[in-house]
């Protein structure tokens, strides 16, 4: 089975760059899609295929992947991207949908 | 502007039964496939279930295959999931969630606000 691995947290500066990693395996022949979750509130999609941005998302918000890590990228880290992140995929393998564990990113 | 409204949460003993519903609007609702995901207080996402816009590709999550069954139905917009012999793992918020495009198995661009489900006796 895939399992996906987030860090736990991410701190960064204001004004910095974050990078959010999600580890699995063959991430070749899969896209991976990117969700924020502020308090409180329903997850909001911010990348999806590995690198698209929906209309709405910042600029800052850009995403990457090799054959075994995606990254999400947060350029000029504000106060107000302080949330957890989730990556996901579609495991073909046995079609199941599958989240990452969550990294919660602080903007010190 | 998509709109998704939960409704049906509550709580129910372990071995009971509820019924989850999502009305959907602002959108073309037989276009696209729908799905139910899910989050126990404090914890991760997990996806629970979703189906095709016409019912015919469906798919479960691992912990609720055989006890969830998801359906829709498009002349009212609605999407629904019932639940069956629930267990205390159960609890959490469950979110309806529209997918992107015409695949099957996300992303999802589109949350509802959640409803809360608690198994307790």
């Known amino acids: 089975s895939s399992v996906l691995t987030q860090p736990p947290s991410v701190s960064v500066a204001p004004g910095q760059t974050a990078r959010i990693t999600c580890g699995g395996h063959n991430f070749r022949d899969r896209s991976v899609h990117w969700y924020q979750q502020r308090p409180g509130q329903a997850p909001l999609l911010v990348i999806y295929d590995d690198m698209d941005r929906p209309s709405g998302i910042p600029e800052r918000f850009s995403g990457s992947s090799s054959w075994n890590t995606a990254t999400l990228t947060i350029s000029r880290a504000e106060a107000g991207d302080e949330a957890d992140y989730f990556c996901?995929?579609?495991?073909?393998?046995?079609?199941?949908?599958?989240f990452g564990g969550g990294t919660k990113l602080t903007v010190l | 502007e998509v709109h998704l409204v939960e409704s049906g949460g509550g709580l129910v003993q372990p071995g009971g039964s509820l019924r989850l519903s999502c009305a959907a609007s602002g959108f073309r609702f037989d276009d696209y496939a729908m799905h139910w995901v899910r989050q126990p207080p404090g914890k991760g996402l997990e996806w629970v279930s979703g189906l095709s816009w016409q019912s015919d590709d469906i798919g479960y999550g691992d912990s609720v295959k055989g006890r969830f069954i998801i359906s829709r139905d498009n002349a009212k917009n609605s999407l629904y999931l019932q639940m069956n012999n629930v267990k205390p793992e159960d609890t959490a918020i469950y979110y309806c969630?529209?997918?992107?495009?015409?695949?099957?198995?996300?992303?999802?661009?589109?949350w509802g606000q959640g409803v809360l489900v608690t198994v307790s006796s």
């Open positions: 969630a529209k997918n992107y495009g015409d695949t099957t198995r996300g992303p999802f661009d589109s």
């Open positions: 996901q995929v579609w495991d073909t393998g046995s079609d199941l949908v599958r």
